[in-house]
């Protein structure tokens, strides 16, 4: 599927098979997860390269070919694909912090081509190899419906067990991952949202109280009643929803700290609010490799779910990314290729 022009449909066309190079494999796609990262490179609100482009940067498959100085990966083996090209070489890589590299060569499905295809041409570092008792369909959903979460959770925010956490929209396709992930972390789980199927659906993956944001707007209340004082150690935010953003922070505690997983460009932060109580404000960006790799672990070990809420054909994709506008999906949505 090819985006050929922001903000209108992709279409369904007959492409050349990817070239690849000496240190990539040629990946024959399984399966692709789809994010509503997707509908903003569709609507041209993030980077990406000159269009134009196949997206898709959620991705499992089998190798089907290889470069000639691969040496890790041979025709046949089943993979997932960590979607930052890092240097591995400056500063941030070397502190562990791949996806702000320095020299970012670019992302599959932003920067170069992705996993909405038949086939894809992946660098050799890139690759995880895949447990056989792990679905593709799962594997596509780990490196950032899970890995997003578990770098927000683990990595930034540093999430310990018995601290509060507050997930703001806890009943989507990354937040319903983020529970789990915190719950495996032995954090005491607070799930915002909207709509009683959300809130079911965070109960059922863990959440040890719901609150309906729209029946109780000034949550942060229930949040300081519930910890009996004691407030919340972390928020965080997975819509960029500016009442939500400004609840969320009443309902951090002294020294603790607001993590914003969802983005886009201007949010409020009440700076005074954030210095009489010294409130960390903490950005977070996707996952790495190492991210990706833990996430695998814990679902080969059965730890955390994988919430695949609808599989699709790829021709099928416009329609998936309405309903992914719309809020019409119960985890993450997944095409099959063949
Ligand atoms: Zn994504
Ligand atoms: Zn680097």
């Given at each position: 599927?090819?985006l050929?022009?922001?903000?209108?449909?992709?279409?369904?066309?007959?492409?050349?098979?990817?070239?690849?190079?000496?240190?990539?494999?040629?990946?024959?796609?399984?399966?692709?997860?789809?994010?509503?990262?997707?509908?903003?490179?569709r609507?041209?609100?993030?980077?990406?390269?000159?269009?134009?482009?196949?997206?898709?940067?959620?991705?499992?498959g089998?190798v089907?070919?290889?470069?000639?100085?691969?040496?890790?990966?041979?025709?046949?083996?089943?993979?997932?694909?960590?979607?930052?090209?890092?240097?591995?070489?400056?500063?941030?890589?070397?502190?562990?912090?791949?996806?702000?590299?320095e020299?970012?060569?670019?992302?599959?499905?932003?920067?170069f081509?992705g996993?909405?295809?038949?086939?894809?041409?992946?660098?050799e570092?890139?690759?995880?190899?895949?447990?056989?008792e792990?679905?593709?369909?799962?594997?596509?959903?780990?490196?950032?419906?899970?890995?997003?979460?578990?770098?927000?959770?683990?990595?930034?925010?540093?999430?310990?067990?018995?601290?509060?956490?507050?997930?703001?929209?806890?009943?989507?396709?990354?937040?319903?991952?983020?529970?789990?992930?915190a719950?495996?972390?032995?954090?005491?789980?607070?799930?915002?949202?909207?709509?009683?199927?959300?809130?079911?659906?965070?109960?059922?993956?863990?959440?040890?109280?719901v609150?309906?944001?729209?029946?109780d707007?000034?949550?942060s209340?229930?949040?300081t009643?519930?910890?009996?004082?004691?407030q919340?150690?972390?928020?965080?935010?997975f819509?960029?929803?500016?009442?939500?953003?400004?609840?969320g922070?009443?309902?951090v505690?002294?020294?603790?700290?607001?993590?914003?997983?969802?983005?886009?460009e201007a949010?409020?932060?009440n700076a005074?609010?954030?210095?009489?109580?010294?409130?960390?404000?903490?950005?977070?960006?996707a996952?790495?490799?190492?991210?990706?790799?833990?996430?695998?672990?814990?679902v080969?070990?059965?730890?955390?779910?994988?919430?695949?809420?609808?599989?699709?054909?790829?021709?099928?994709?416009?329609?998936?990314?309405?309903?992914?506008?719309?809020?019409?999906i119960?985890?993450?949505?997944?095409?099959?290729?063949?």
């Amino acid at each position: 599927m090819v985006l050929k022009e922001y903000t209108k449909p992709l279409t369904l066309e007959e492409v050349k098979q990817p070239t690849f190079g000496p240190r990539e494999v040629l990946l024959k796609v399984k399966a692709a997860g789809v994010c509503g990262t997707d509908l903003k490179i569709r609507d041209g609100l993030v980077p990406t390269k000159e269009l134009p482009l196949i997206p898709g940067h959620e991705v499992a498959g089998v190798v089907a070919a290889t470069g000639t100085e691969v040496e890790g990966f041979r025709e046949g083996d089943e993979v997932l694909v960590s979607f930052y090209i890092p240097c591995n070489e400056c500063r941030t890589c070397l502190s562990g912090r791949q996806t702000i590299c320095e020299r970012l060569q670019g992302r599959i499905g932003f920067e170069f081509d992705g996993g909405f295809a038949q086939y894809v041409a992946v660098p050799e570092i890139c690759l995880i190899p895949k447990p056989q008792e792990i679905s593709f369909r799962q594997a596509a959903v780990i490196p950032d419906a899970l890995g997003t979460c578990y770098h927000a959770l683990v990595r930034r925010a540093q999430v310990k067990n018995g601290d509060y956490l507050v997930v703001v929209g806890g009943g989507g396709g990354l937040g319903l991952h983020a529970i789990q992930i915190a719950k495996w972390l032995g954090a005491v789980v607070i799930g915002v949202d909207v709509a009683e199927e959300k809130l079911n659906l965070m109960k059922a993956y863990g959440a040890d109280l719901v609150i309906d944001g729209a029946q109780d707007p000034s949550w942060s209340k229930t949040v300081t009643d519930y910890t009996r004082g004691l407030q919340a150690d972390h928020v965080a935010t997975f819509i960029a929803h500016q009442p939500s953003i400004d609840e969320g922070l009443k309902a951090v505690r002294k020294g603790g700290d607001l993590v914003l997983v969802a983005y886009r460009e201007a949010v409020q932060f009440n700076a005074l609010y954030g210095h009489l109580n010294e409130i960390d404000l903490l950005s977070t960006r996707a996952a790495t490799k190492a991210d990706i790799e833990a996430c695998l672990k814990l679902v080969t070990e059965k730890k955390v779910e994988p919430v695949i809420g609808k599989a699709i054909h790829l021709s099928e994709l416009n329609d998936g990314l309405q309903l992914i506008k719309d809020g019409n999906i119960k985890g993450r949505l997944v095409i099959d290729i063949e």
